[in-house]
């Protein structure tokens, strides 16, 4: 069994440079409303949704298995991205079937519902929090800036899939979610390896 030392993290992200590929707009429901809080989707926390949603294209092109709407980076998926998904990490993440338009087979909104603070500050290229004096009082706390982001693994338990706390946008997965995701040839993903280097005690 892989010692929580040895494990390796992967920002999930979609990948701009497909040829040809489509883009996604933000959800909206069967009467063509879009959803009041587009944001919610995107903050690392379990969540209901009561109706049926619909993804317009606000260009159409090539269908990928992962992708992120255009505005909140609400990520959208397909059956084959779910399925590993399901089988490796049930308690990180809801599925919630959507209709894409223009597309019949099955397509699911991913919810990551677990937030981890294991941002490590020293191994970022620049990780720098919001200040009072920054006039943003909701916000103090929580990141401003981060860049070269790394994590520390030992603080990650056993969470496989996850946002990091203060620093919602990226998705962090494990590397045995990577490599099946990898194996299942889907696309629009790429990944960029978030672990921090061990440091010697």
């Given at each position: 069994?892989?010692?929580?030392?040895d494990?390796?993290?992967?920002?999930?992200?979609?990948?701009?440079?497909?040829?040809?590929?489509?883009?996604?707009?933000?959800?909206?429901?069967l009467?063509g409303?879009?959803?009041?809080?587009?944001?919610?989707?995107?903050?690392g926390?379990?969540?209901?949704?009561?109706?049926?949603?619909r993804?317009p294209?606000?260009?159409?092109?090539?269908?990928?298995?992962?992708?992120?709407?255009?505005?909140?980076?609400?990520?959208?998926?397909?059956?084959?991205?779910?399925?590993?998904?399901?089988?490796?990490?049930?308690?990180?993440?809801?599925?919630?079937?959507?209709?894409v338009?223009?597309?019949?087979e099955?397509?699911?909104?991913?919810?990551?519902?677990?937030?981890?603070?294991?941002?490590?500050?020293?191994?970022?290229?620049?990780?720098?929090?919001?200040?009072?004096?920054?006039?943003?009082?909701?916000?103090?706390?929580?990141?401003?800036?981060?860049?070269?982001?790394?994590?520390?693994?030992?603080k990650?338990?056993?969470?496989?899939?996850?946002?990091?706390?203060?620093?919602?946008?990226?998705?962090?997965?494990d590397?045995?979610?990577?490599?099946?995701?990898?194996?299942?040839?889907?696309?629009?993903?790429?990944?960029?390896?978030?672990?921090?280097?061990?440091?010697?005690?």
């Open positions: 069994m892989t010692s929580v030392s494990r390796l993290f992967f920002e999930l992200d979609f990948d701009v440079y497909v040829p040809g590929r489509w883009y996604l707009a933000e959800p909206i429901n009467a409303q879009e959803v009041e809080d587009i944001w919610t989707f995107t903050e926390r379990s969540i209901e949704i009561r109706e049926a949603l993804i294209l606000s260009r159409p092109g090539r269908a990928l298995d992962f992708d992120k709407t255009t505005v909140a980076g609400t990520p959208i998926v397909s059956e084959r991205v779910a399925i590993v998904l399901r089988e490796l990490a049930p308690q990180d993440v809801q599925l919630f079937p959507v209709e338009e223009g597309r019949t099955p397509y699911f909104l991913l919810n990551v519902a677990r937030t981890i603070l294991c941002i490590d500050d020293a191994a970022c290229d620049e990780a720098r929090l919001w200040m009072p004096e920054d006039g943003r009082p909701e916000l103090v706390g929580q990141y401003h800036v981060v860049t070269g982001l790394r994590i520390d693994v030992s990650v338990g056993d969470a496989r899939v996850f946002r990091p706390w203060g620093y919602c946008p990226p998705i962090i997965v590397r045995e979610i990577k490599d099946a995701l990898e194996h299942a040839e889907i696309a629009g993903a790429v990944f960029r390896d978030v672990t921090a280097p061990r440091r010697s005690v």
